[in-house]
């Protein structure tokens, strides 16, 4: 079961990204899902979420770049390479395996404001549309993945209450949805992530647009959580998926 997600974030120049993506689809992530425990691995293009997302975003708080400079703000392209378990990324290193490999130290250094964090499953919950895909394969066609911190101890507690008993049970039942992953960070600035998958962005937006619009309303639960969560640059990242292909 793929218990490790890495995460990477970054954006791209113009100039030399076309050669960098014919690259990493042709070559690097073939030879990354070669290695022991890696299950599976995904490239997606950020188109982001619409008006309505824009209107969520305007009133989520944001992580303080200036306190993290240290931080990438990258959010183009979302990276995401699944393992049994997160101590794949780190035994051997996944980092120092890429920084030793000069072809490859190469091509990454074309990413700018790359953001890295490993992840583990708290929790997870399939969707109506599951059987699109087979287990622990490739996640689906489209995306919606937001990566943040709480502000309290008080507001964890709320946090875990909240997916366990409302947006969890909500996706389950979600037409459109293929799955939903709650997440912990074992490494980077987040501690928190949560994945959806949908089986389109039109389908995330027929069907989970005005449910996450309710954030906007101050009488439902969740409109408490978008007021403590302190998000990454481009949180929620909504995107769709360049590789592997969408058939």
Known sequence: MDQGIRAVWYD?????KGDYLAWLHDRYLPEVMARPGILWAAHYEITGGGAHMDKIGDVLPRMDEGENADVGTGTQYLLLIGAGSPHVFFKPDFDQMEQD???VREQIALRQGARTCVFTEEARV???????RIHDSTPGPAIQMGSFRTRTIADEFDLAGWYANYRMPAMARMAGC????KLVSVAGWAKHSVMYEFLSLEARAEHFQNHESLAL???VWTSRIIKYTVHAPGSPS???RIWPSVD
């Open 126 to 132: 399939n969707g109506p549309e599951f059987d699109y």
């Open 101 to 103: 490999d000069a072809a």
């Open 12 to 16: 791209l120049e113009e100039a030399g």
């Open 238 to 240: 909504v995107g769709r």
């Open 217 to 219: 309303d101050e009488t």
């Open 178 to 181: 293929i799955a939903t992953r």
